[in-house]
């Protein structure tokens, strides 16, 4: 027997007063895990502020949308915990004018803070049922500076490069070429590089051409899979 994962998107499937009650845990996740923890921006912080984490997770973990920790979506993926979100979306110095380019779409939570601070968000997941069930829901939540595309992330979008930003929510081996080239000159790159147990949350800058990496805090995120099933 093969276990569904369900997903409540719309504001109507909600019980009477809840809405009122996930408003003040998102509130709450903003303040006690976000802001405590040194993040500033207030673009950022009004993103997370705005985007209903809880639409984004199964019914089954909707309680636990604005918890402390990364959820399960089914697929063997996960969204993930809030402070990383925020992080990783602040140091990318994003505004009103930035194209981004997201690999791992996943559930559509990240590149729906994004799609809040940008100008467009282009973002690519690799398993089609995650990418089809994002692009629904983000089209169901009126975001229309999105655009989804499944297929392999590791070559990125290179039609619509180059991009402003782009942010990396699967860990590679190493960090793709293909990504490197298609960052515009002054952007910025976020990503997760290593192994499963020994990963590095990195920050590059293109300056001149060149690529300046420095490295942020340790983390643990799903690897950067290929088509054939095989690790990056």
Known sequence: MIGVMIFGARCEAEAPGASEKFAKLCEQMVKTQIEARGVKSKIVLDALRKVERHKFVPQTYQRQAYEDHPLPIGEGQTISQPYIVALMTEVLDLDSTKKVLEIGTGSGYQAAVLAEIC????TIELIEVLGKRAEKLLADLGYENIRVRVGDGYKGWKEYSPFDAIIVTCAPSHIPRPLKDQLAEG??????????????????AKKQGKIVEENIIPVRFVPMMRHDGKEY
């Open 119 to 122: 100008h467009q968000v282009y």
């Open 187 to 204: 952007g910025k790159m976020v990503i997760p590089v290593g192994e499963t147990f020994n990963q590095k949350l990195v920050l590059l």
